[in-house]
Structure formats: structure tokens, C-alpha cells
């Protein structure tokens, strides 16, 4: 098992930036593709980023391409995302995910085996 917990969240304004952090413990960190995921009031939780176990390969949201990068430290078993030009609409509770080496495609949270508690991140327009 691995256990995943989100910090980085808060409140900020319009046009700002944050940095999402998520830490890992447990079984060996680095075989694992790590996904964020969001998930505002009312709304089904949606794909933001991921990234391989290989740091090879990251996939984006159309809305957040071009202004969230996602990156990964082994060493530090930490994975981030990085959040410029927030918009109102980037309101959610954010969610890191760990999938299996073989876990499916993922842009799908049916890939991932392990979430972290959330973080919110709160953007005033």
C-alpha cells in the first residue's frame, strides 16, 4: 500500500499561483504513476494532471494546459503541481492518486488504487 497526503492548498486570488504538494509513504514511491484530480460542489471529480512512473509521459486537462505543471522527486517522494494563472472555475478540493505501473488510463479514476485525503484551493475572482 502507499498512503498519499495533499498540502499547498488555500485561499488566493484570480490571475495568482499555488503549489500543490503530495507526499508519499509505504511501498517504493517511484513505481507508481501519480495523477491530481478536482472536485468542486455539486460536481463529479474531474482529471486535472498526471505524470508516469518514468516521468516520461504527462497528460493535462484542456483547461489547465499551458498554466498547471506536474513534476515528480523520487528521492523526495513527493509529487507537485504546480498551479499559474488560476481562475475562479479552479475552486475544488484537489486530489493526488497513485495508480499501479499497469493501473489503466490515466485520465480516469478508475486507474488509481490510492487518494489522498484533499487539499482545497479556494480562488477569489
Given amino acids: 500500500q ?3 497526503v495533499e498540502s499547498g492548498g ?3 486570488q484570480a490571475g495568482g499561483s499555488l503549489r500543490l504538494s503530495c507526499a508519499a509513504s509505504g511501498r517504493t514511491f517511484s513505481i507508481y504513476n ?3 484530480f478536482r472536485q468542486a460542489p455539486g460536481k463529479e471529480r474531474e482529471f486535472v494532471a498526471a505524470i508516469t512512473w518514468s516521468f516520461v509521459i504527462k497528460y493535462y486537462a484542456d483547461s ?6 506536474i513534476s515528480r522527486d523520487n528521492a ?5 503541481l504546480q498551479m499559474n494563472s488560476l481562475k475562479f472555475e ?11 505501473p499497469t493501473g489503466g488510463v490515466l485520465t480516469t479514476t478508475s486507474a488509481y488504487a490510492y487518494w489522498g485525503q484533499g487539499t482545497q484551493v479556494t480562488v477569489s475572482s
Fill in 10 to 12: 488555500g485561499l488566493v
Fill in 34 to 36: 501519480i495523477g491530481w
Fill in 90 to 100: 479552479d475552486t475544488a478540493v484537489y486530489y493526488c492518486a497513485a495508480a499501479e
Fill in 76 to 80: 523526495k517522494n513527493t509529487v507537485y
Fill in 64 to 69: 489547465v494546459k499551458g498554466r498547471f505543471t
Fill in 2 to 4: 502507499v498512503q498519499l
